[in-house]
């Protein structure tokens, strides 16, 4: 069962920008909280931003004033939005849902940044 869809992933040059998407999916559904993480070959996986049900966005330090996090509760979508992108910020990029006390990952989607 897929339940959140992402998509906006792919190559972009050193201080370019990016945004992400992802879409809730399933009948009776609405956004609760959601979260952005990612993760490189090798390495934990990283918390970067969070949304709440009231609105409420949080962001990790390594990326704050860099990536923002934001929804349309209308569409059932949340995004990230990436600029003065690094080299370092090669990563797969997940979505994460937090409902009824239960919290469901998305694919994942694969941002490269190179020259």
């Known amino acids: 069962q897929v339940q959140l869809v992402e998509s906006g992933g792919g190559l972009v040059q050193p201080g370019g920008s990016l945004r992400l998407s992802c879409a809730l999916s399933g009948s009776m559904l609405s956004l609760n909280t959601m979260s952005w993480y990612r993760q490189a070959p090798g390495k934990q996986r990283e918390w970067l931003a969070t949304v709440t049900t009231e609105g409420s966005k949080a962001v990790a330090e390594s990326v704050k004033g860099r990536f923002t996090i934001s929804r349309d509760t209308a569409e059932n979508t949340v995004f990230l939005q990436m600029s003065s992108l690094k080299p370092e910020d090669t990563a797969v990029y997940y979505c994460?849902?937090?409902?009824?006390?239960?919290?469901?990952w998305g694919q994942g989607t694969q941002v490269t940044v190179s020259s």
């Open positions: 994460r849902r937090l409902a009824g006390g239960n919290f469901y």
